[in-house]
């Protein structure tokens, strides 16, 4: 059954669903990765795909940027399709001199000042959760494939311009214990939750406030292969 965002029919999209923020990216990932490719949708361009990978069917899909936009996108998935475990892959700002380009974020736990949740359904902290299963098998891939990974929590902002031009990311840093800023995580993991379903949150690092390297729009959509690579062989074990 179509919705207004996803024109998928029922059993289109599998069970695991790998979900980058830019849809082109998704794209890339079917192109790159998949054997016996499905396109299931395109609605305003945020493309979905279904394949296999090493004997496994999973899908990827673009859920654009921010909270509504991956709110939207991600509750249709558990709610309409069947959807039972997602995995955002993204980019992510880092806080911290710890945390250097191209470096893997697994998420612990997302901290944000946005409303999504308390709108929702009237969930009033300021943190949500991934899965404990799923960052488990993150954690085992990784180890398993010689990935170095960092855990942390981070900062879900609804805001990427901010006029507070005080360096604000230190403070996020020292006091709530945030070592990267992304856009996604907090809605997600808060849908999952609401749900009971599963979601966790895979970042590559592609900027930084402390040391100011940054990365291009190209790199982003095409590159960032340790963080895909495990996210797939993570999603082939589940």
């Given at each position: 059954?179509?919705?207004?965002?996803?024109?998928?029919?029922?059993?289109?999209?599998?069970?695991?669903?790998?979900?980058?923020?830019?849809?082109?990216?998704?794209?890339?990932?079917?192109?790159?990765?998949?054997?016996?490719?499905?396109?299931?949708?395109?609605?305003?361009?945020?493309?979905?795909?279904?394949?296999?990978?090493?004997?496994?069917?999973?899908?990827?899909?673009?859920?654009?940027?921010?909270?509504?936009?991956?709110?939207?996108?991600?509750?249709?998935?558990?709610?309409?399709?069947?959807?039972?475990?997602?995995?955002?892959?993204?980019?992510?700002?880092?806080?911290?001199?710890?945390?250097?380009?191209?470096?893997?974020?697994?998420?612990?736990?997302?901290?944000?000042?946005?409303?999504?949740?308390?709108?929702?359904?009237?969930?009033?902290?300021?943190?949500?959760?991934?899965?404990?299963?799923?960052?488990?098998?993150?954690?085992?891939?990784?180890?398993?494939?010689?990935?170095?990974?960092?855990?942390?929590?981070?900062?879900?902002?609804?805001?990427?311009?901010r006029e507070d031009k005080t360096p604000y990311y230190e403070k996020l840093y020292q006091e709530k214990?945030?070592?990267?800023?992304?856009?996604?995580?907090?809605?997600?993991?808060?849908?999952?939750?609401?749900?009971?379903?599963?979601?966790?949150?895979?970042?590559?690092?592609?900027?930084?406030?402390?040391?100011h390297k940054d990365t291009t729009s190209d790199e982003r959509q095409n590159s960032f292969t340790n963080?895909?690579?495990?996210?797939?062989?993570?999603?082939?074990?589940?």
């Amino acid at each position: 059954m179509a919705t207004p965002h996803n024109k998928a029919e029922k059993g289109m999209i599998a069970e695991t669903v790998l979900m980058p923020g830019d849809p082109l990216r998704a794209k890339a990932i079917a192109d790159r990765y998949f054997d016996d490719v499905t396109m299931f949708n395109d609605v305003r361009n945020m493309y979905g795909y279904t394949g296999i990978y090493k004997g496994r069917r999973i899908s990827v899909m673009g859920s654009g940027m921010g909270m509504p936009s991956v709110g939207i996108y991600s509750y249709e998935l558990y709610t309409v399709y069947g959807v039972n475990n997602i995995i955002r892959i993204g980019s992510a700002g880092s806080y911290c001199k710890e945390a250097d380009i191209y470096d893997v974020v697994l998420v612990t736990d997302s901290y944000s000042e946005s409303t999504y949740a308390k709108t929702q359904n009237g969930y009033d902290k300021d943190i949500t959760y991934p899965s404990t299963d799923l960052n488990k098998a993150i954690k085992e891939t990784s180890e398993k494939n010689n990935i170095k990974i960092i855990e942390g929590k981070v900062h879900s902002s609804d805001v990427f311009y901010r006029e507070d031009k005080t360096p604000y990311y230190e403070k996020l840093y020292q006091e709530k214990g945030c070592i990267a800023v992304e856009m996604e995580s907090f809605a997600l993991f808060h849908n999952a939750s609401v749900l009971g379903k599963k979601a966790a949150c895979l970042l590559t690092i592609s900027d930084s406030f402390v040391s100011h390297k940054d990365t291009t729009s190209d790199e982003r959509q095409n590159s960032f292969t340790n963080m895909i690579s495990l996210a797939l062989d993570t999603a082939v074990i589940l």
